[in-house]
């Protein structure tokens, strides 16, 4: 009899979509891996040192509230360091966000398609996604992510640059949006490619949370900085928020070597200034390049470029690696392709521009 018993998951953890990692590369061959928004850089030059000398006290626990890291963001964000919480990458600080807030069934409002992380966290949380489509420019929807709120509504995510689609959100919009929203609703403002972003009156977040107290910002080590492999992220909110996402929060949970290499980088600002302006300029110029070519792409804001190609979005990703490059296929929906060395752009861009003299007749027919 007890023999036949099991342990069963949750039925909303045995529903979840699993996260799909950007493709990695296979060994031996040279590919240009454009799958993931990393930076294609190598280290900054103080994280490597930074690393190292971290290395030789592993047998130690870390800092458990990482109080160093935390006091030179404070001093870099112009916040006290008790508003900022770090985590083990951007992501798991949204966890335990959801968990110090969400109750079993709480609703969490979503633009969608946007980053995938999202609709996992949330029933994790024990929360309910409801997903709000992106406009045709891949744009949130700002009206329909207000109107989805109801009185089960404890969170809304925005992510301006929106990942996948790439349009950025403005200070104006959010400040607005921050209005219009009951003040018990928190609003969360993923902020992962601020660093990027090169419209008018762009976000930030942080200058808007002395006049709101539901907002919180998240960012991330993982882009600009390009330390996607050491996972560290944060968020900056009001204090008493900031003390319940740490409680919520895994103890330990930014190891010594990732506090150590994320502080060596605040002391870096002007490589990542100068690196961030070179993937900027190689953004241009794909973008350039594609509307040469013939393709109609939203706003790129962020270290990547999306090509709405619906039920071909498998087959040119297919294509693409076939000719050395990975990109991210979300198929029946896009492709997304991040901004690497030039090199790995050119290519990306004789693959873009191969597809559509191959389609051009077929689309006229
Ligand atoms: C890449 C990305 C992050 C960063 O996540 P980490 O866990 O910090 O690596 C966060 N939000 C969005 C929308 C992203 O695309």
Redesign the pocket.
């Known amino acids: 009899m007890a023999a036949s018993r099991s342990v069963s998951l949750r039925p909303e953890i045995a529903a979840l979509p699993a996260y799909v990692p950007g493709a990695r590369p296979t060994r031996g061959r040279q590919v240009y891996k454009l799958s993931s ?1 990393e930076l294609p850089f190598p280290l900054l030059p103080p994280v490597g040192a930074a690393l190292a000398d971290a290395g030789v006290e592993l047998n130690r626990y870390p800092d458990m509230y990482a109080a160093e890291l935390t006091e030179a963001l404070g001093e870099r964000l112009g916040v006290p360091a008790e508003k900022i919480v770090v985590g ?7 966890s335990h966000i959801l968990a110090a807030v969400c109750r079993p069934g709480d609703e969490v409002v979503m633009p969608w398609r ?2 995938e ?1 999202y609709p996992i966290a949330v029933p994790v949380a024990g929360a309910v996604a409801v997903q709000v489509p992106v406009d045709d420019a891949g744009r949130h929807d700002l009206d329909a992510l207000h109107d989805a709120i109801t009185d089960q509504t404890r969170v809304v995510l925005l ?1 301006s640059p ?2 996948p689609t790439g349009p950025a959100l403005t200070q104006t919009e959010v400040r607005e949006f921050l209005t219009s929203v009951p003040p018990d609703v928190l609003v969360v403002l ?1 902020e ?2 601020l660093e990027f972003v090169r419209i008018e009156d762009p976000t930030d977040g942080i200058a808007l949370l002395p006049e709101h107290k539901n907002l919180v910002v ?1 960012r ?4 600009a900085y390009g330390l ?1 492999g050491l ?3 944060y968020s900056v909110s009001r204090r008493r928020l900031a003390t319940g996402i740490r409680a919520a929060s895994t103890p330990f949970g930014v190891n010594a070597m990732a506090q150590a290499g994320a502080l060596a980088a605040l002391s870096a600002m002007e490589t990542v200034h100068e690196r961030v302006a070179q993937v900027v300029a190689e953004r241009d110029r794909v973008v350039a390049a594609l509307a040469e070519q013939g393709w109609q792409i939203p706003d790129p804001q ?1 270290n990547f470029v999306w090509l709405e190609l619906g039920r071909r979005s498998a087959a040119f990703a297919a294509t693409a690696r076939d000719r050395g490059v990975l990109v991210r296929p979300f198929d029946g929906e896009g492709v997304r392709v991040s901004v690497g060395e030039p090199e790995g752009n050119d290519l990306f861009l004789d693959i873009a521009a191969d597809w559509i003299a191959d389609r051009a007749p077929l689309a006229n027919a």
């Open positions: 928004n083990n990458g951007s992501v798991a600080v949204l946007s980053f992380a992510c929106n990942n993923d992962a490619y998240l991330t080590f993982s882009k996607a996972r560290v992220g962020g």
